[in-house]
């Protein structure tokens, strides 16, 4: 037998680029890669749809609010061998903030009657927020 070299691989998922106007990639490509040089080894191009379809039926998310004002998301992969669970946690007002930046309700194509619509729903969170002081007073 000659002598060889092991060669490491690792897989790859990326994403191959956006259309114009569009917030997410046109597709994706999948496969291996030498971890040492990083050469593509072997690959195939996946639709866009075909991987979130299998990437959010793996996925158990949720979003919960704080007595404190934090929002708490967790992202639960588990059709997996080990379940991973990702949490994250952001002040509500960041929240706020980030949504009603300039190029967010752009993006968004936000409407005054849409961001009318924030506004008395936020109003009424801040009166229900009033309503359980009232408890502690």
């Known amino acids: 037998m000659g002598n060889y070299e092991a060669i490491i691989l690792e897989p790859f ?4 680029g956006h259309s114009p106007g569009s917030l997410g990639a046109i597709g994706y490509l999948a496969g291996y890669r030498c971890r040492e040089t990083g050469a ?7 639709p866009t749809e075909l991987v979130e379809a299998v990437v959010m039926g793996s996925v158990i998310t949720s979003a919960v609010v704080t007595p404190s004002g934090q929002v708490e998301s967790s992202f639960e992969f588990v059709r997996t061998k080990s379940p ?3 949490l994250t946690s952001e002040p509500i007002d960041a929240l ?3 949504a009603l930046a300039r ?15 924030l506004h008395d729903r ?5 009166h229900l927020v009033a309503e359980c002081l009232q408890v502690f007073r």
Not at 40 to 46: A, D, F, T
Request: with cysteine; proline share 0%.
């Open 103 to 117: 190029d967010s309700l752009r993006l968004e194509g936000a409407t005054k009657h849409e961001l009318e619509q």
């Open 13 to 16: 998922l990326e994403s191959c």
């Open 96 to 98: 706020v903030r980030r």
């Open 122 to 126: 936020l109003g009424r969170s801040l």
């Open 84 to 86: 991973v669970q990702v």
């Open 40 to 46: 593509v080894i072997c690959s195939i191009n996946l």
